[in-house]
């Protein structure tokens, strides 16, 4: 399946070029908080961490789950290996979290461990790592009834090296349960010796059912597959029934390894081109043009067929096909013009134009066959009328000493990453990118889960915008659907120096962005305001107003986790979660 580039295309109605800014609301969010029994487990970074693909994946790892499959159900990893999770009814009687699961008794301590993390595989299922390198599927039950049933590992593996859980799915084919589970790691590589020493690993582990239908279940690895790049993705994710990948990342990614085998791509072969001796030569001056014409050897001038009118030229030898045929570049005068064979190997035809005007650019329309031969005057005379656009002083500064370009003008949100980052399809066959897209300057701000029976949708920048898009794997002409807009959130969010985390309600009625410490932005779309407001610049009257409100936190540890959903927004301290009730039903 060969690789398309693909263009994302934007929905314009979905776009205000009216918007004006956010107003700022003083109205206070209800907020509500729930002391945690024991801290949350943030693993520091070890001192051998020290790249910025370490900090981009484990620094800024989120540590609190949001449960798509059930309303304003979130969960996290205590120190003291619990997996637990609250389910917000009421927002003024929030209870205790409650235990799922415990990793102390089965993980293993390393030097290297990393933090555990989580991915709701299904409303059923949940695949769990440890933070040491081993991997849970577990049995969950339904997560959102009041029973709250203890989790029942079915599967578990020691891969041998920590990783974090990005990405799970479930789904049953030919009778056959199967979870796809998307694995990162970052390893060393003895092959960077000049870059950080370290590459960037993803594994999608396909495990099934080999029980059969019974009522027995008995889970094993079918598959391994091994994908490897230079940067952490901004989004990975597997299509709904494991066909296929999704990745955005500024560096590129290609599966090298199925299985424990190595893959060998057949590498693309070079596209042969025919070259071919040119038939013709030509040359002009501003009166005439000079072609000279290869003839099959021992041709007689009576052989010769030539047809020249004021526009078109028609030159062969009798009993072949015609040489040369066509309209020509411009007008000549064919009394003036003549032809004449030299050594019974060529024909020297001499066209004098009609007029002197500006140099042809081909002899004759549409014919790539000939070669045009420039003279030294010319070349010269060209040389000499470019003259104006080059310098040989390195700065000619025209205008005085005023710079070309004041990069004092550019703030920090316009300045974009000099990689062009890309987003690609890999086809879980044939494991090669079927479609790509050259994000170029639209840096990548959060990804949110809309529907749980699909794949996680993702925000870009565009312009000053922040565009949503939906990937639709089913239409690979239409493969991401721009679904929703956060008028000029993508400018804003750039210009928060100590922005941690950014995310958006499922129903896209907000978008939020969390500092490190203390505060959360709201940042609301447009909405019909109750009284009447003019613009007093432009003098007219003002239908919508984005609001924008501030959340100020009490407390003063790192924002270790930070998820919304439509109602709510959920902040994860190391003793405390926090939960702000933005919207009502």
């Given at each position: ?110 030097e290297h461990r990393l933090c555990a993390s989580l991915s709701l595989t299904s409303a059923t299922w949940a695949a769990l790592s440890d933070g040491a390198g081993r991997l849970y599927l577990l049995r969950t039950g339904k997560r959102g009834d009041s029973s709250h049933t ?24 030919e009778g056959v349960h199967t979870m796809e589970v998307l694995l990162l790691r970052i390893q060393k590589d003895p092959q960077e010796a000049k870059g950080s020493g370290y590459s960037v690993s993803l594994e999608w582990i396909t495990v099934a059912n080999t029980a059969g ?59 042969e081109v025919e070259k071919t001796d040119p038939i013709y030569f030509w040359q002009q001056t501003e009166e005439d043009v000079t072609v000279c014409v290869r003839m099959p050897e021992g041709v007689t001038k009576e052989e010769v067929q030539f047809r020249l009118s004021a ?275």
């Amino acid at each position: 399946m060969a690789t398309s580039n693909y263009s994302l295309k934007v929905n314009r109605e979905l776009l205000d070029p009216g918007f004006e800014s956010y107003r700022l609301s003083l109205d206070a969010i209800p907020t509500y908080g729930v002391e945690l029994d024991a801290a949350v487990e943030e693993v520091k970074l070890k001192d051998n961490h020290y790249t910025l693909e370490h900090m981009r994946a484990f620094g800024m790892y989120n540590y609190l789950h949001l449960d798509p499959w059930y309303d304003d159900s979130v969960l996290f990893v205590d120190c003291k290996g619990r997996v637990l999770g609250l389910t917000v009814t009421l927002d003024t009687a929030l209870g205790k979290p409650v235990e799922f699961y415990n990793l102390t008794a089965n993980s293993s301590q390393s030097e290297h461990r990393l933090c555990a993390s989580l991915s709701l595989t299904s409303a059923t299922w949940a695949a769990l790592s440890d933070g040491a390198g081993r991997l849970y599927l577990l049995r969950t039950g339904k997560r959102g009834d009041s029973s709250h049933t203890k989790w029942e590992p079915l599967f578990s593996e020691d891969t041998g090296e920590p990783f974090t859980v990005l990405h799970s799915i479930s789904h049953v084919q030919e009778g056959v349960h199967t979870m796809e589970v998307l694995l990162l790691r970052i390893q060393k590589d003895p092959q960077e010796a000049k870059g950080s020493g370290y590459s960037v690993s993803l594994e999608w582990i396909t495990v099934a059912n080999t029980a059969g239908h019974g009522p027995e279940k008995k889970y094993e690895v079918k598959k391994r597959r091994v994908l490897r790049g230079k940067s952490v993705p901004h989004y990975a994710a597997l299509e709904p029934l494991g066909k296929g990948l999704m990745v955005a990342s500024e560096k590129p990614f290609a599966f090298t390894h199925v299985d424990g085998r190595p893959v060998e791509l057949p590498h693309p072969e070079p596209m042969e081109v025919e070259k071919t001796d040119p038939i013709y030569f030509w040359q002009q001056t501003e009166e005439d043009v000079t072609v000279c014409v290869r003839m099959p050897e021992g041709v007689t001038k009576e052989e010769v067929q030539f047809r020249l009118s004021a526009d078109r030229i028609r030159l062969g030898v009798q009993g072949f096909p015609s040489i040369l045929e066509g309209q020509l570049h411009s007008s000549v005068d064919q009394d003036a013009s003549a032809w004449i064979l030299k050594d019974d190997k060529s024909l020297e035809v001499t066209l004098q134009k009609r007029s002197e005007g500006p140099p042809w650019s081909e002899l004759v329309t549409g014919d790539k066959r000939g070669e045009y031969v420039m003279s030294d005057e010319q070349a010269a005379l060209i040389h000499e009328r470019l003259t104006f656009l080059t310098s040989e002083d390195l700065d000619g500064d025209a205008d005085g000493n005023k710079p070309p370009c004041n990069s004092q003008e550019l703030e920090d949100c316009d300045v974009f990453p000099e990689d062009g980052s890309s987003l690609a399809h890999f086809d879980g066959e044939s494991l090669k990118p079927t479609q790509v897209v050259n994000l170029g300057s639209h840096q990548y701000l959060f990804t949110v889960d809309v529907n749980p029976c699909e794949m996680p949708c993702f925000c870009l920048r565009h312009d000053v915008d922040a565009l949503v898009w939906r990937p639709r794997p089913d239409q690979p002409s239409d493969m991401w659907e721009h679904v929703a807009t956060f008028n000029a959130l993508g400018y804003v969010q750039a210009s928060k120096r100590d922005k941690k985390f950014a995310t958006c309600a499922p129903n896209f009625s907000y978008a939020s962005l969390g500092e490190c410490l203390r505060r959360a932005f709201i940042y609301r779309q447009p909405a019909p305001v109750e009284t009447v407001l003019f613009n007093r610049r432009q003098g007219r009257q003002v239908g919508q107003v984005a609001k924008q409100q501030v959340a100020s936190l009490d407390s003063d540890e790192p924002i270790l986790g930070f998820r919304a959903t439509n109602e709510r927004l959920y902040v994860l301290t190391p003793r405390r979660l926090f939960v702000l009730k933005v919207n009502n039903n």
